[in-house]
């Protein structure tokens, strides 16, 4: 008020402590001050994010950079995350595979067991002499990451292979 801070009574304590140990500036001008130097969201961001060290399949998403949301369709179905019909909140809806309507939609059949899939994958090896464990899907995702960290056209053409089944899945929910 006038030109005057209105401050609502306070009754912790240690507020009150904290507002008679501040130093109150009188006809100076008020800033910020932001340990970086120049405050921005990222500099926020950063002081909240996890610091640990990065996963190992990083560079799989890095490289989906063309269309991001194959890179949030891998980083769910890396982390077994996708909304497929074996999860409880899907079980009404029979459980079945959508591109087959074989088996059990899980990550494991819908990437690799699927008659869709096995096909696809059949057609990339004949292509570019694509090779793929088929393992679990976690031993599966690090042997990728692996072997696909790089920027060599055939670490790329399977980089792009990966985004196309990220697209389907996409195109198919």
Known sequence: MDGDWSWPPIMDLECIEILHVLPIIHNGSDSILWRGGVFSTKAVYDIFRNHGPKVGWYSLLLALVRYPGTRFVLWMAILDKL????????????????LCGREMETHEHL???????????????????????????????????KRWNGRHIVQAAYKSFVSGYCLSYLAGT
Do not use: E
Request: charged share 15%; with cysteine.
């Open 111 to 145: 990437f690799f067991s699927c008659n869709y899939s096995r096909q696809c994958i059949r057609i990339l090896k004949g292509t570019v002499r694509f090779t793929w464990p088929n393992r679990a899907w976690a031993v599966d995702i690090a042997w990728a990451s």
């Open 83 to 98: 909304s497929t019909m074996d999860k409880p909140w899907q079980s009404h809806l029979g459980g079945v595979c959508v």
